[in-house]
């Protein structure tokens, strides 16, 4: 079976001035803030192996982020914080992390593909692309930035609120999350409006633990 073709540049090369990618990391945690990337690549320099950031390792993505700030016309990251989530709610938190990257350009964008189907408020014309981290070689490269970013956040709060594991599993629900939650109870960068940690919280676990 012949192996399946990597994202492309054919959408950006579709659009009309500079064209940037964005794409998000950590909607899903229960601790953590949002992230979020933006990246315009150069058409005849596109980073080697770029592609959806849950398709690689640890390791590539890593090596990816070197090569992909190297290579790009322009990048940008943003976060949006735990108490801007509990502020905005998780989708609104998210479109303002994307804001905050692609204003960290420093180069404006005509356009912005955004990897799924909501159209975020941005300063530049917004086209939502479903699955555009397999299509859209910028969107992919987005996709890699944002969740290095935020792992590597996560990691740094692994140092600052030791006991939880957030090197591991980077403030997902995983077993091992469960159980410090439930010996250590909840810590300043918990999501409280979060159906799980709002339980936990509802059942006696109500008392923060202090960084380190």
């Excluded at 990048?75 to 960290?104: D, K, P």
Aim: with cysteine; aromatic share 4%; glycine share 10%.
């Amino acid at each position: 079976m012949p192996k399946a073709a990597g994202p492309t540049m054919l959408l950006e090369s579709a659009c009309a001035g500079p064209v940037c990618g964005v794409d998000e990391a950590g909607r899903g945690p229960w601790a953590g803030p949002v992230s979020a990337a933006a990246v315009i690549l150069h058409p005849r320099r596109i980073p080697a192996g770029v592609n959806d950031s849950k398709k690689l390792s640890a390791k590539a993505r890593e090596a990816l982020e070197i090569e992909i700030k190297a290579k790009a016309t322009a990048f940008g990251v943003g976060f949006a914080s735990v108490e801007e989530i509990a502020e905005l709610n998780i989708l609104r938190a998210t479109g303002l992390a994307m804001r905050r990257a692609v204003e960290a350009l420093g180069t404006a964008p005509a356009i912005a593909l955004v990897d799924g189907n909501y159209r975020f408020p941005l300063p530049c014309e917004v086209r939502p692309v479903v699955g555009g981290d397999a299509v859209s070689a910028s969107i992919a490269a987005a996709s890699v930035l944002a969740k290095v970013a935020r792992d590597r956040l996560m990691v740094e709060m692994d140092a600052r609120y030791p006991g939880y594991g957030f090197a591991a599993h980077k403030g997902y629900g995983a077993p091992a999350h469960i159980q410090a939650i439930r010996t250590l109870g909840v810590c300043e960068i918990h999501r409280r409006t979060w159906a799980p940690i709002r339980q936990m919280l509802a059942g006696g676990q109500s008392e923060d633990r202090p960084p380190a």
